[in-house]
Structures are given as C-alpha cells and as structure tokens.
C-alpha cells in the first residue's frame, strides 16, 4: 500500500516552493507536482531524499530526472489537456504522471525492459492511464500509430534530433529534447511547417541526461 503522509505533502509543498524560486511559473506544472507523490516512483530506502531536487537511482543504471528538469521540461512543452504526447524514456514514470495528471493522453516508451516492466505496473497501479511500450523511442513509436503527436518530450540525452520522432509530430507542434552527448543543450523546436527550414529551435540551457541508447544496445 502506497502512502502518503503529512510530511510527505509537505515536503512535496517545499518542492514546488524551490521550483517557483527557481523560475518555473506554470501554474498548471506547478499543480500537477503539487499532486503527484515523487516518493512513490522511487525505491522507498531513498524516501527521505525524494523531495531534494536531485536525480535518484532507479535501478537499471537510470535516473529519475531532478524536479526542476521535470518541471523545465513540462513547462516548456506547454501541455494543454486532451493532447497526445508521446514520451522516449518512460524511467520510473514520474514524468509520465505529472503529464497525465495535467491532462495529456500519454504515450510512453522505454527500451529497458526490466524498466518497462516495473513502471507500466506502477502507472495503472496508480491509475495514471499512460500506454507503456518496449522499444527504441529513437525510432518514435512505430509498432502502432497514435501519431501524430502534438507534443513529443525526450527525457534522455540524444545525440541528434531524431528523423522519425520529427516525422510523427503534428504540425503546429512542440517536441522538447535535451541534445548533445554528455551535456545537453535543452531544445524546444517548434514544427512551423514540414521543412526543415520551417522548425523554430530555442535553447533553454545545459543538463545532464543519462544517454540515449539505440537498439543494439538494448537489453
Ligand atoms: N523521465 C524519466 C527519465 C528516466 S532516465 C524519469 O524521470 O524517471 C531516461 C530513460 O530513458 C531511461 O529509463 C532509459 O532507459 C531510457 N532510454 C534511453 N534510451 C532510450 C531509447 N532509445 N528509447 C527509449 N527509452 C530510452
């Protein structure tokens, strides 16, 4: 049984307290952390940290993302309820449900199957009503098509934009993506048009994301 306690609530009330002070206006975003209890997405011997804004392990050497990158990363996506967001790196799926409890219709995929396994249980646990797949999320989501998208967020550190993941997102969409190997730069491109030409990219500083990793190195 998962719970969640006074403290719990008000460590998590501090935490979107930190992310206003550090620049993240979104109210929606901010509500939406305001929800989700962090601790229940990691392993309960890292409890006492889960409302740090820090990265934690989640076992298959990943990382659930800090708060302040989850909320950066939300922010910028600007999600209004009802969208289809695909998501590449579903991790511990505290991410996920901070989308879904912002109202989007979730698609997440993972490559790591003990990570698929775990987290897709944990969301309809939970009740986030995300749809989980195994697969490479370089490649976008290509076993079944929910696409297009109107909002793709990558939450692990890609070494170029993805063609594919361009290619299932709506026009008039936002995808945001951290690029770069070893840093990242925060991307938000916004798709003007299927040209090239017509994607307006904006950078929203550096990070660091675990890699992602392409099929052959699947486990
Ligand atoms: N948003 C998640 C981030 C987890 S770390 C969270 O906060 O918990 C990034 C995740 O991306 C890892 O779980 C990793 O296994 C996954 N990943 C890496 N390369 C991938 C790829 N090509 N396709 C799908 N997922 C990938």
Known sequence: MMQDTYKHKGLRQQMVEGLRRKGISDEAVLQAMADVPRHWFIDSALDAYAYEDRALKIGCEQTISHPSTVAMQ????????????????????????????????????????????????????????????????????????YGPYDRIIVTCGAPEVPPSLMAQLKVGGIMVIPLGEGEQ?????TKQGEAREQWLVEKFGTYSFV???DGRQMR
């Open 74 to 145: 939300s922010q910028l996506l600007a999600v209004q309820p009802g969208m289809k967001v695909l998501e590449i790196g579903t991790g511990s799926g505290y991410q996920t449900a901070v989308l879904c409890r912002m109202g989007a219709k979730v698609f997440s995929v993972e490559r790591q199957k003990g990570l698929f396994d775990h987290t897709r249980r944990l969301l309809a646990d939970l009740r986030y009503r995300a749809k989980c797949f195994l697969g490479d999320g370089y490649k976008g989501l290509q076993e079944v098509n």
């Open 185 to 189: 730069e925060m991307l938000r491109i």
């Open 211 to 213: 890699p992602m990793l």
